[in-house]
Structures are given as C-alpha cells and as structure tokens.
C-alpha cells in the first residue's frame, strides 16, 4: 500500500515537472521568437538604408525603401507567430487537436479556406511589390481604371488618391495582375491633343499651324520634336493629333498647359481661316410613289 502511494507521489511530480518543463519551453520560444523579430527588422532597417555586397568582381547595392517597411514588417511578424504557435501547439500536444478541428469544420473551413486564399494572395502579392518595386509612394500612377497619388502601400492593398479626392484600396493581388502606368518615373513627358477641322481645310496648313503653336510654347521641349499626324477621319470632321513633350510636373498644372495649347490653336485657326466644324447629321428624306 505505501510503494502504490509513494509510485503515485512520483508520478504526480513527474506529471507536475512535465508541465513546467514544457511552461519553460514555451517562454523560451516566445523570447526566442521575440529576439528573432527584432534582429530581421533590424536587417531590415538596415538594407533599408543601403549596403553594398560583392560576389567575385560584381558589387551590389541593395535597399528597400522606406515605405516598404511597414508591410515588410507586418508579413515578418505574421510568419514568425505562425511558426510560433505551431511550435508551441506540438509542445503541448496540440497540433493534433488543431488538425481535427480544421477536418472537423467541414463546410465552415472551406469557406476559411477559400477566405484565407485571397489573403494570402494579397500579401504574397504585396511581397512581389516590395521586390519590383513598380510604384512608390507619391508616385503618379494610372491603374485598374484610378489615376491619382499613390498614398499607401501596406501589405494587403495599395491605396490611390484620385483627382477627384477620392482614396481609392486596391487589392495587392489586383494590382499585379493590372498594368500599372507609372507617370513619375521618367523626367519627361509626352501629351497628346486631339483637334477637328472642317473637311474642305487644308491639312499641310492646319498641321503646320498647330507645329508653330507648340514650337513657340514655351514650356513645350524642343527634344523629342513636336509632331502632328492625321489620326482619322471623323463624322464631321478630320481629326489631327498634336503630341508634345514636357518636363513631368503636376496633374493640375499639365491641365492648365493643355488647356493653354487648344486655346492657343483654335486662336490661331480662326486667324487663319481654318475651320473647326460643329457635328452634323445629314437627313435624308424618301417619299413614297405614288
């Protein structure tokens, strides 16, 4: 009877040091996984400040910038408390239990699963950003139908301010399957104005016209030359296209000098005897014999 209490007092203690072996093991982890986190941001920081790596004769200059560091951030954290909690789930003898609820859950997994599929491809999505790098914050960009500033890029979606004020979100996933049209990246750019003129005008004088409007603009660049082409021929009229380079500046201020540019060449046109019609609609009447 006393060996039976006394193996009974050893498994009990033995029960009791089990569970603070594995209490222990599981702060371990979670200051391990703390310690781990604080490193790779600070690997982070300082890519995000630029170093130079050499392989043989090739020198490298890597960085992030600044406004990566956020989703960068958030994606790392996630990773790592997901592996966290896997590990401690099978200290505790838990990642079974976890399995059968997941296969338990039946239909409501599925639907998870479908829900966590679209997030999933939002931040693998937003890592393909971080790396390409397409667009950047400030940036003036023209995608999926929104043309605005970028504002934000986290790492689930990207948000555009419109010219209208609007703040549009657009999922990570949308945006590189979309083709972005980065106006900010070049110091240039090129401006197309598309203008009528009556069908009995001379062309050559109406194209050499609109060239000498666009020559004489001052904020217009000499370098790539202005041109001017016959784009079609319209209901009411024949359509000419003017295309022009400037310096890359703000959208309010290219409306402005569009504006500036068709006013002057409508000006120059009415001098110049060149007509620019209004649409009409011939009508054809059929009388009936009798």
């Known amino acids: 009877m006393m060996e039976a209490d006394i193996f009974s007092a050893f498994k009990e203690i033995a029960g009791y040091t089990d569970v603070i072996t594995k209490f222990l093991i599981t702060i371990a982890i979670l200051i391990a996984f703390v310690f781990a986190r604080r490193i790779l941001i600070g690997l982070l920081e300082r890519v995000m400040h630029g170093f130079r790596i050499a392989t043989g004769r090739r020198v490298y200059d890597l960085r992030i910038e600044e406004y990566y560091i956020k989703p960068a951030k958030h994606f790392l954290s996630i990773l790592l408390f997901g592996i966290g909690a896997l590990m401690v789930l099978g200290i505790w003898g838990l990642a079974g239990v976890l399995e059968g609820i997941v296969i338990g859950a039946g239909v409501a997994a599925v639907v998870l ?28 960009v023209e995608v999926a139908g929104v043309d605005g500033i970028v ?63 666009m020559k004489s603009h001052n904020e217009i660049l000499d370098k790539p030359e202005p041109s001017v082409i016959v784009k079609e021929l319209g209901e009411s009229s024949v359509n000419l296209e003017m295309r022009f380079w400037i310096k890359r500046r703000e959208r309010p201020d290219i409306l402005k000098l569009k504006s500036e540019v068709i006013a002057k060449v409508k000006k120059t046109f009415d001098e110049n005897d060149i007509k620019i019609p209004f649409p009409h609609i011939e009508l054809i009447e059929h009388r009936d014999k009798k």
Request: positive net charge; glycine residues 8%; without cysteine.
């Open 113 to 140: 699963g479908f829900a966590a599929q679209g997030i999933l491809a939002d931040m693998m999505a937003g890592i393909m950003l971080l790396l390409d790098h397409p667009l950047r914050i400030g940036d003036w």
């Open 151 to 213: 504002r934000d890029i986290s790492i689930r979606a990207t948000r555009i301010r419109s010219f209208d004020g609007e703040v549009v979100t657009i999922p990570n996933r949308k945006m590189v399957e979309e083709v972005i049209i980065n106006k900010s990246r070049n110091p240039t750019l090129r401006l197309k104005v598309t203008i009528g003129i009556d069908f009995g005008a001379d062309i050559g004088r109406a194209i050499d016209l609109a060239l000498y409007v």
